[in-house]
């Protein structure tokens, strides 16, 4: 499972690794055992509300007002350093 996943892993290191992931996939087994028929799908533990404002459209900044804060621009956008050959 290492090589699969290229962990670089000592020799000290391989068995307790290997307990580790067989701990894991026998939780992940006691799981697949339980019934789900009727449980809804969901991305949280707990319910999340009012975590995000509305995505609305708003009116953009003028081109003048966002080019001004810029280190360096010209009336087309901003301009950036060439990168080094």
């Known amino acids: 499972m290492a090589a699969l996943a ?3 892993l000592g020799e000290e ?15 992940v087994a006691r799981i697949s055992e339980l ?8 991305s949280h533990v707990v319910e999340v509300t009012g975590a995000l404002r509305a ?5 953009c900044l003028p081109r ?8 360096l621009a010209n009336d087309e ?9």
Do not use: K
């Open 6 to 8: 290229r962990l670089a």
């Open 13 to 27: 290191e391989v068995e307790p690794m290997a307990r580790e992931l067989s701990a894991v996939l026998d939780h």
């Open 35 to 42: 019934d789900l028929e009727n449980v809804p799908p969901t």
């Open 55 to 59: 995505d609305e459209p708003t009116p």
């Open 64 to 71: 003048e007002v966002v080019l001004s804060q810029a280190p």
């Open 77 to 85: 956008g901003f301009l950036v350093p060439s990168p080094q050959a």
